[in-house]
């Protein structure tokens, strides 16, 4: 049997244990941003940026599975946030080996910090990369725009040292034409409605006119790439 006495005394480090742990200060919480839906956004991350910034356990597993190029192969990985994340690149370009390593909601801090992983160590030829807009909503916090092209120089340096071409997308256009797009942006309207129903994301007829425009930038790279 467990004696009095040490019952009494594993009680005592528990409660010394709690009353340490009370007398924590709390946390630190996210300054508003002015923006509601993008507080409660970033306050619901707070896991993924103290955890895994990167995010680099979203495609761990598949790059490990993944074999390298055949010879001649013209590999392509699409590079970005939720817009390339959704994109069903598949079905878009059947039968290229073209690759998604899309993840929603990124900045382009979190992308240079695994683009070693989900870029360069998968050999491709070239890289679609459309990022920008998480940035500009301030995703992860305010950023300046010189800081955001510092980025997008550093992605590009580190493609070329590995002999990598780089295609950037410019940042789709927005609009607030739709109920669902309200929530999330101004009356400044530059999409056509019938190309996104929250405003952002596109849809597929959003995504049928991307996919041409992609394949002939990836095909226009490729032909002028070195033997």
Do not use: C
Not at 56 to 62: E, I, S, V
Not at 145 to 157: C, H, R
Not at 192 to 211: F, Q, R, S, T
Request: proline letters at 8%; a negative charge.
């Amino acid at each position: 049997m467990v004696s009095f006495r040490k019952l009494t005394q594993s009680a005592s480090v528990l409660l010394l244990s709690l009353t340490a742990l009370a007398q924590q200060p709390a946390p630190p919480s996210i300054p508003s941003t002015g923006f509601p839906g993008l507080d409660q956004y970033r306050a619901s991350r707070i896991a993924v940026f103290t955890d895994d910034f990167g995010q680099l356990a979203r495609y761990r597993d598949a790059n490990t599975a993944l074999k390298p190029p055949a010879p001649g192969e013209n590999r392509v990985v699409f590079f970005g946030d939720s817009i390339t994340d959704i994109w069903h690149i598949d079905e878009y370009f059947p039968g290229k080996p073209y690759i998604n390593r899309g993840i929603g909601g990124q900045t382009t801090p979190q992308m240079l910090v695994r683009f070693r992983q989900d870029v360069i160590d998968l050999q491709p030829k070239a890289a679609v990369i459309l990022a920008g807009t998480n940035d500009i909503a301030g995703n992860t916090g305010p950023m300046r725009l010189e800081d955001i092209e510092a980025n997008f120089a550093s992605l590009a340096e580190l493609a070329r040292a590995h002999d990598i071409k780089v295609i950037y997308a410019s940042i789709l256009p927005v609009h607030n034409y739709t109920p669902r797009s309200q929530d999330f942006f101004d009356d400044t309207g530059l999409l056509k409605k019938e190309l996104a129903e929250d405003g952002l994301h596109p849809n597929a007829a959003g995504y049928k006119i991307m996919a041409p425009l992609a394949e002939a930038a990836i095909e226009k790279t490729l032909a002028n790439q070195k033997p």
